[in-house]
């Protein structure tokens, strides 16, 4: 299973540096291959939603956020059944 990775190495409230940084991470290779990445983004207008990767998009993103999710349930229930 795959980490939930938390970003602390910059100010998140300053998201171009943080996407600035996660991308030097992923060149360096610190997250192995990466198959495609999906971003939300909270705009002033409401949400908007990236997809970069091979494949159809709207599928791809769809599938890529709700396994996000089931990560992100699993590792709390982890935490509140085991931990």
Known sequence: MSNLHV??????????ATLRNLADAM???QFGAINGC?????????????????GDAGPNAHLLL?????KMMHLVL?????G
């Open 66 to 70: 709700h396994a996000g999710a089931a």
């Open 38 to 54: 999906v971003v939300v983004w909270d705009c002033e207008d409401g949400l908007e939603v990236s997809y970069c990767g091979p």
């Open 27 to 29: 060149e360096k290779g």
């Open 7 to 16: 970003i602390r190495e910059t100010n998140l409230l300053d998201v171009p």
């Open 78 to 82: 982890a935490e509140k059944v085991i």
